[in-house]
Protein backbone atom coordinates (compact mmCIF):
# COMPACT_ATOMS: atom_id res chain seq x y z
CA UNK A 1 0.00 0.00 0.00
CA UNK A 2 1.48 3.69 -1.45
CA UNK A 3 1.38 6.36 1.63
CA UNK A 4 2.80 9.72 2.24
CA UNK A 5 5.98 10.35 -0.37
CA UNK A 6 5.32 7.07 -2.02
CA UNK A 7 6.32 5.03 0.86
CA UNK A 8 5.03 1.90 1.14
CA UNK A 9 3.54 0.14 4.21
CA UNK A 10 4.34 -3.81 4.85
CA UNK A 11 1.70 -4.82 6.80
CA UNK A 12 -2.02 -4.95 6.44
CA UNK A 13 -4.70 -2.47 8.70
CA UNK A 14 -4.86 -4.20 11.79
CA UNK A 15 -8.36 -5.88 12.79
CA UNK A 16 -11.11 -3.68 14.45
CA UNK A 17 -9.55 -4.73 17.83
CA UNK A 18 -6.02 -3.64 17.73
CA UNK A 19 -2.84 -5.84 17.53
CA UNK A 20 -3.10 -9.54 18.67
CA UNK A 21 0.40 -9.27 19.97
CA UNK A 22 0.07 -6.57 22.26
CA UNK A 23 -3.48 -7.61 22.86
CA UNK A 24 -2.04 -10.82 24.23
CA UNK A 25 1.06 -9.49 26.14
CA UNK A 26 -1.46 -7.42 27.72
CA UNK A 27 -3.98 -10.04 28.91
CA UNK A 28 -0.53 -11.72 29.92
CA UNK A 29 0.66 -9.29 32.45
CA UNK A 30 -2.82 -8.22 34.01
CA UNK A 31 -3.89 -11.76 34.39
CA UNK A 32 -0.95 -14.29 34.08
CA UNK A 33 0.50 -15.69 30.49
CA UNK A 34 -0.63 -19.41 31.52
CA UNK A 35 -4.11 -18.34 33.84
CA UNK A 36 -6.69 -20.73 33.00
CA UNK A 37 -9.34 -17.71 31.82
CA UNK A 38 -6.86 -16.59 29.40
CA UNK A 39 -5.58 -19.93 27.49
CA UNK A 40 -8.96 -21.09 27.36
CA UNK A 41 -9.94 -17.62 25.43
CA UNK A 42 -12.53 -16.59 28.22
CA UNK A 43 -10.50 -13.18 28.92
CA UNK A 44 -10.21 -11.09 26.17
CA UNK A 45 -8.54 -7.18 25.37
CA UNK A 46 -8.84 -4.46 22.87
CA UNK A 47 -6.87 -1.94 21.48
CA UNK A 48 -7.95 1.12 21.62
CA UNK A 49 -6.79 4.97 20.63
CA UNK A 50 -6.64 6.33 24.24
CA UNK A 51 -7.77 5.43 27.57
CA UNK A 52 -10.34 7.85 27.40
CA UNK A 53 -11.40 6.12 23.89
CA UNK A 54 -11.36 2.51 25.88
CA UNK A 55 -13.60 4.36 28.56
CA UNK A 56 -15.79 5.54 26.05
CA UNK A 57 -15.85 2.11 24.16
CA UNK A 58 -16.30 0.01 27.50
CA UNK A 59 -19.40 2.75 28.06
CA UNK A 60 -20.83 1.88 25.16
CA UNK A 61 -20.57 -1.55 25.42
CA UNK A 62 -21.68 -1.69 29.50
CA UNK A 63 -25.54 0.10 27.61
CA UNK A 64 -25.91 -2.45 24.96
CA UNK A 65 -24.89 -5.36 27.16
CA UNK A 66 -25.50 -4.44 30.75
CA UNK A 67 -27.65 -1.19 30.90
CA UNK A 68 -27.33 -0.52 34.62
CA UNK A 69 -25.93 2.61 36.70
CA UNK A 70 -21.99 2.53 37.09
CA UNK A 71 -20.79 4.20 40.34
CA UNK A 72 -17.86 6.12 40.22
CA UNK A 73 -15.56 6.89 43.29
CA UNK A 74 -16.19 11.10 45.18
CA UNK A 75 -13.81 12.40 44.02
CA UNK A 76 -12.46 10.57 40.40
CA UNK A 77 -10.87 11.75 36.94
CA UNK A 78 -12.75 14.48 35.92
CA UNK A 79 -13.56 12.40 32.43
CA UNK A 80 -15.35 9.65 33.84
CA UNK A 81 -18.68 11.03 34.27
CA UNK A 82 -18.64 13.08 30.80
CA UNK A 83 -17.69 10.41 29.09
CA UNK A 84 -19.77 7.21 30.64
CA UNK A 85 -23.01 9.84 30.34
CA UNK A 86 -22.16 10.63 26.82
CA UNK A 87 -21.85 7.03 26.13
CA UNK A 88 -25.37 6.95 28.10
CA UNK A 89 -24.95 5.69 31.17
CA UNK A 90 -26.68 6.54 34.81
CA UNK A 91 -23.95 7.82 36.69
CA UNK A 92 -24.00 7.75 40.70
CA UNK A 93 -21.08 8.27 42.93
CA UNK A 94 -19.77 6.24 46.20
CA UNK A 95 -18.00 7.94 49.07
CA UNK A 96 -14.39 7.89 48.11
CA UNK A 97 -11.99 10.49 49.73
CA UNK A 98 -12.04 11.83 53.60
CA UNK A 99 -10.61 15.50 53.71
CA UNK A 100 -10.51 15.82 56.96
CA UNK A 101 -7.92 12.86 57.14
CA UNK A 102 -6.71 13.34 53.66
CA UNK A 103 -7.38 9.48 53.27
CA UNK A 104 -9.56 6.78 52.39
CA UNK A 105 -13.19 7.06 53.58
CA UNK A 106 -13.41 3.13 53.77
CA UNK A 107 -16.70 3.18 56.18
CA UNK A 108 -18.45 5.30 53.19
CA UNK A 109 -17.44 3.53 50.56
CA UNK A 110 -18.33 0.09 52.07
CA UNK A 111 -21.83 1.88 53.06
CA UNK A 112 -22.23 3.73 49.58
CA UNK A 113 -21.38 0.26 47.56
CA UNK A 114 -23.97 -2.63 50.12
CA UNK A 115 -26.36 0.37 48.94
CA UNK A 116 -25.76 0.20 45.34
CA UNK A 117 -28.50 -0.85 42.68
CA UNK A 118 -27.81 -4.80 42.04
CA UNK A 119 -26.29 -5.57 39.27
CA UNK A 120 -24.40 -1.84 38.77
CA UNK A 121 -20.96 -1.45 37.47
CA UNK A 122 -18.44 -0.06 40.20
CA UNK A 123 -15.83 1.74 38.39
CA UNK A 124 -12.45 1.35 40.79
CA UNK A 125 -9.13 2.61 40.02
CA UNK A 126 -6.68 -0.33 40.38
CA UNK A 127 -3.52 2.04 41.87
CA UNK A 128 -2.81 5.42 42.12
CA UNK A 129 -5.98 6.60 42.31
CA UNK A 130 -6.82 9.54 40.21
CA UNK A 131 -6.78 12.63 41.45
CA UNK A 132 -5.95 11.99 45.40
CA UNK A 133 -3.96 8.98 44.94
CA UNK A 134 -5.29 6.91 47.71
CA UNK A 135 -5.23 3.46 47.18
CA UNK A 136 -7.23 0.97 49.54
CA UNK A 137 -4.58 -1.55 51.65
CA UNK A 138 -4.84 -5.17 50.24
CA UNK A 139 -7.05 -6.15 53.21
CA UNK A 140 -9.48 -3.44 52.59
CA UNK A 141 -9.25 -4.54 49.08
CA UNK A 142 -10.89 -7.73 50.10
CA UNK A 143 -13.64 -6.17 51.97
CA UNK A 144 -14.63 -4.15 48.87
CA UNK A 145 -14.24 -7.40 47.00
CA UNK A 146 -16.77 -9.27 49.76
CA UNK A 147 -19.16 -6.72 49.70
CA UNK A 148 -19.60 -6.55 45.20
CA UNK A 149 -19.89 -10.66 45.16
CA UNK A 150 -22.60 -9.85 47.81
CA UNK A 151 -24.22 -7.03 46.09
CA UNK A 152 -24.05 -8.89 42.80
CA UNK A 153 -22.05 -5.53 41.61
CA UNK A 154 -20.22 -5.66 38.70
CA UNK A 155 -16.47 -4.50 39.25
CA UNK A 156 -14.67 -2.65 36.17
CA UNK A 157 -11.12 -1.69 36.74
CA UNK A 158 -9.39 1.37 35.42
CA UNK A 159 -5.92 0.80 35.29
CA UNK A 160 -4.48 4.18 34.20
CA UNK A 161 -0.88 3.92 35.39
Same mark, same amino acid.
Given at each position: ???????????????????????? +?????? !?????? #? /???? =?????? $?????????????????????????????? +?????? !?????? #? /???? =?????? $?????????????????????????????????????????????????????????????
Amino acid at each position: MKIANNHTLDKEYLPIDGDQTFNK +GARGVL !FGFDHP #D /VTSG =RVTTCQ $TLSGTGALRIIGEFLVKHRPSPIYVSNPTW +GNHKAV !FTRAGM #D /VRTY =RYFDKK $TKGLDFEGLIEDLQNATPGSTILLHTCAHNPTGVDPTLDQWKRIYEVIKTNNLFPFFDTAY
